[in-house]
């Protein structure tokens, strides 16, 4: 594979010193951050070959031979449930010239190259493959699919395409992701809903736009808008990411839950509870009295976006009555609110190519903006002692600002609702 024709020199530097800056003295990314080719292509060999990416859940493959056919980024994943009931994620290229084995999703008891016809099982062996006898020392044990390191946290499926990275655990961990959400139990969730769409915007500004605040209370006034604590909503920085918990309506028209609070919540917060927490680099989830909602970006190319919005709801509900009524007003709603965006992403799109583009300055609202580009920087540029110690001095100062305006302490990100919860 030919290297990223990306690099990092002074002038790039330049450019994003005020990005790098503390939160009131900083700017917004340059327009070409979110419209280069060659960018796009150093993101994925920095970014998406080295984080951990969700891309589904359990229950999407409940029988051995269920698999989905998915791209990231250009790079073709296959993901099945093997026979001995084990997850697994393969590199989707057959060994013979590359074509992918599979596509879609369904359910297959092995996987034939629709080119040669070359064979795979479940496990991704190499279990047939037409006139290789010929072939001199040809060894069908060295012809497995590559394996894809895949594990699983709260029903969330997760790969990562290095084979020396972290263990899921430890970097969810980096950001307190486990012990935030752990009260929501996705685990003991189902899969309700799923609304798949292509944005025509860079990957980026999907988690922006799912971060900003500014935008509640005008695009999305009539959905759920209507009751936001713009003006005193507070993030809780992390190393990477952020978590919040806040007031809200859950998603569903008028604020108006059709299946109650989820049993382990009940007594345990109110109505407008809301929380949220984003794990990089493109996952977030939204968490209300009565369901989970997280949304998840790949990137098709630098303008395309492929984003997943899952809804989960407790097993229990499944099998209460008209629940396929009331669950299909909360998958109308949940798309209602993204259509409500896309036409603003498109936007953003286009005005970032724009040559009268010059990024404007960030503000306390965009907190977790900030942070969410600078986590970016850090990742293009490795090694940075000044944005590591300027991202110290914005998690003090995000700490200091919860103090003086609600009078405690949020150690850890924990406020007091969440420790209700708890």
């Not at 959400?181 to 988690?207: G, I, M, Y």
């Not at 998840?296 to 303008?303: G, N, R």
């Amino acid at each position: 594979m030919p290297a990223s024709r990306f690099r990092v020199d002074e002038n790039i530097l330049s450019e994003v010193a005020q990005t790098r800056a503390r939160l009131l003295e900083s700017q917004h990314l340059p327009g070409w951050f979110y419209t280069s080719p060659e960018l796009f292509e150093h993101e994925i060999d920095t970014i998406f070959m080295k984080e951990w990416l969700c891309v589904g859940r359990l229950e999407e493959f409940p029988n051995a031979g269920d698999y989905a056919a998915i791209r990231i980024a250009g790079e073709p994943l296959l993901i099945c449930r093997g026979n001995s009931g084990e997850m697994n994620a393969f590199r989707n290229v057959c060994r013979h010239r590359g074509v992918e084995v599979a596509s879609g999703e369904g359910n297959l008891a092995k996987f034939t190259c629709p080119y040669h016809a070359w064979v795979y099982d479940l496990e991704g062996n190499l279990m047939g493959a037409p006139h290789v006898k010929e072939v001199k020392s040809f060894d069908a044990g060295n012809c497995s699919l590559p394996r894809v390191r895949l594990d699983d946290w709260g029903g969330y499926i997760f790969v990562n395409f290095d084979p020396d990275c972290q263990d899921l655990g430890d970097y969810l961990d980096e950001d307190d992701i486990r012990d935030f959400a752990a009260f929501l139990q996705p685990e003991n969730t189902r899969l309700s809903h799923k609304f798949v769409v292509d944005v025509p915007c860079n990957w980026k500004f999907v988690p922006e736009n799912l971060m900003d605040m500014y935008h509640v209370g005008v695009i999305h006034k009539e959905s759920f808008g209507g009751h936001f604590p713009v003006a005193n909503f507070r993030f809780n920085l992390k190393k990477h990411g952020y978590n919040a918990t806040y007031e809200s309506y859950t998603m569903a028209p008028k604020g108006v839950t059709l299946f109650g609070t989820m049993p382990w919540l009940r007594g345990k917060v109110e109505e407008l509870f809301a929380c949220t927490t984003w794990i990089r680099p493109t996952m977030n989830i939204f968490g209300r009295h009565d369901l989970i909602q997280p949304w998840v970006a790949h990137p098709i190319d630098e303008k395309t976006t492929r984003v997943t919005i899952y809804t989960q709801l407790p097993e229990e509900y499944f099998d209460t009555p008209g629940f396929d009524e009331k669950n299909k007003i909360y998958g109308d709603f949940i798309e209602q609110v993204a259509t409500e965006d896309l036409a603003m992403l498109e936007s953003l799109q286009n005005g970032v190519g724009s040559r009268a583009f010059e990024p404007g300055p960030t503000v306390k609202l965009e907190r977790a903006i900030h942070h969410l580009q600078n986590y970016y920087l850090d990742r293009l540029m490795q090694n940075d002692d000044t944005a590591r110690a300027r991202r110290q001095d914005d998690c003090r100062d995000a700490l200091a600002e919860a103090k003086a305006s609600h009078g405690e302490a949020r150690d850890g990100g924990y406020s007091k609702s969440f420790q209700a919860a708890e």
